[in-house]
């Protein structure tokens, strides 16, 4: 018996949804991923080349992408020349251990680097540093500081094409595929 509901979940289901638009006034879904029809509610999709007009009433575009305050300052990335810093980040999961993947074959591929991993575990490595999770403030200066970002898709990889930042970009879930080929 709320007046207003937000749901963001790619595991509910539709008739859950359903259930929740008639038990409240007002019903916001996110749905970026089923895209499912369900009129009086309002629909939010920022995936770039989202279907568009499922619903009576939807908000499609970029523009609604929730970005964290940080990310909205106009500074923006410079592109270097040659990649020389690699910052790697794969956001809170990290449930495939992609981290420690791209960290085994880093020194095959690339010899003059220096690689910058922000994770949960931490280990002492040539050329590798760690860092624990960071507030977005801290996260946006080491992006800055960094040549290129290897992450899976996911809120930072807009928070990356925001700022301009290149990026190396893995799938790491079904539910990031649409997002990271837009």
């Known amino acids: 018996k709320y007046d207003l509901v937000i749901v963001d979940s790619l595991l509910i289901k539709k008739k859950y949804l359903q259930i929740i638009k008639k038990n409240c006034k007002f019903l916001v879904y996110i749905n970026d991923y089923h895209r499912w029809k369900i009129d009086e509610v309002l629909h939010v999709d920022w995936t770039l080349f989202s279907k568009k007009n499922i619903n009576k009433t939807e908000l499609n575009s970029y523009i609604y992408t929730p970005l964290r305050k940080e990310f909205w300052s106009k500074s ?5 020349k040659k990649i020389k810093k690699i910052l790697v980040f794969f956001g809170g999961g990290d449930i495939h251990n ?8 880093m020194p095959e591929l690339y010899k003059n680097y220096h690689l910058t991993v922000i994770s949960k575990k931490k280990k ?14 801290e996260l946006k200066k ?30 790491d879930t079904k539910y990031d595929i649409e997002d990271i080929n837009a």
């Open 76 to 80: 923006k990335f410079k592109v270097k």
């Open 98 to 105: 992609l981290s420690d993947r791209f960290i085994k074959i």
């Open 124 to 137: 002492k490595l040539k050329n590798v540093k760690f860092l624990k999770f960071m507030k977005a403030k």
């Open 142 to 171: 080491n992006i800055l500081n960094c040549d290129l970002v290897i992450t899976s898709g996911g809120q930072t990889l807009y928070e990356l094409a925001c700022i301009g930042c290149p990026a190396l970009v893995v799938s």
